[in-house]
């Protein structure tokens, strides 16, 4: 029986990889999630799970070597999924230290726990071992929006505080992947969508702006351009990658689905009209003068694109789910779990998003 060691499971990529791998590998497989459970973790998220004798939750910061190198101690870990990271763009801008604190020495924190743990006398590793570097395509900047896309070769540019503190990761591993020959893959995704998205990110933040009657804030023109892949898709390339990656490699995980911001909010007005009944009183104020453009964020990126070439020939992963799919999906899970969204959406987020957008 393999066991993972997930970091950052309870945020929104993490649960439903976990999710996605008992539903796959069932009882043949061990979870141990490790998250620190700042406002983006939410153990609603894997409420399901909790009497599952395979999976357990540790409360504790990445950044925190006793407690990681406790649970490398406490158990035979086999693969590391690295996803917990400091992730939204505006929090890197107000405060970098933070960004760099969990990005960059959480992950040299995994790195050295996990090297110690796997390394023999002889400086080999044990057999079957890896570590899954989860990464983003904005370290590698932006791209000229009548062209291009982002491949695995593609020099690193980041642009804003989150993307420089992801660089600065995805390059610790590489180092540890040449110095030590430290057995680790690296992916680099493009945008994320669908269930447990915490509502500071684009999509849940237009649903629940849109069924309330509120404003719908737009950065800039609306025209930038963003990569969208459903997240069930990015945790089967993650599985994929574990299980046929080539060592020592990176993996860009794209979703073919290229649309500027301005489009993505009126495909998810246009779909919530449809999707609900007539007698819904919500359906009367959802339309289009709710949108409301803002100053545009420091540093915007024009345009993200990833080329998954390389995952699709070597492992045979592409994603498998179209927007219009996934974003009906998406917007049925919110329907189904409203009361999920009140409790994430109150507090300390309202306060954020009140001196973000008002």
Known sequence: MKTYLVTGGAGFIGSNFIHYMFNKYGENIRIINVDKLTYAGNLENLKDLENNPNYSFVKADICDSDAIEKIFNENDIDHVVHFAAESHVDRSIRNPEVFVQTNVLGTLVMLNNAKAAWELPDG???????????????????????????????PYAPHSPYSASKASSDMLVKAYMDTYKFPANITNCSNNYGPYQFPEKLIPLIINNALSGKKLPVYG??????????????????????????????????????KQNIEIINIILDTLCEMLPDSDPRKAHINKDLITYVEDRKGHDRRYAIAPDKIKSEIGWEPETMFKDGIKLTIKWFFENEEWMKNVTSGAYQDYYNSMYK
């Open 124 to 154: 080999s590793y044990k057999e079957g071992k890896k570590f899954l570097h989860v990464s983003t395509d904005e370290v590698y900047g932006s791209l000229e929006e009548d062209g291009g896309y982002f491949y695995e070769t593609t």
């Open 221 to 258: 023109d609306g025209k930038n351009v963003r990569d969208w892949l459903y997240v069930m898709d990015h945790a089967k390339a993650i599985d994929m990658v574990i299980e046929k990656g080539r060592l020592f490699e990176t993996y860009n995980v794209g979703g073919h689905n290229e």
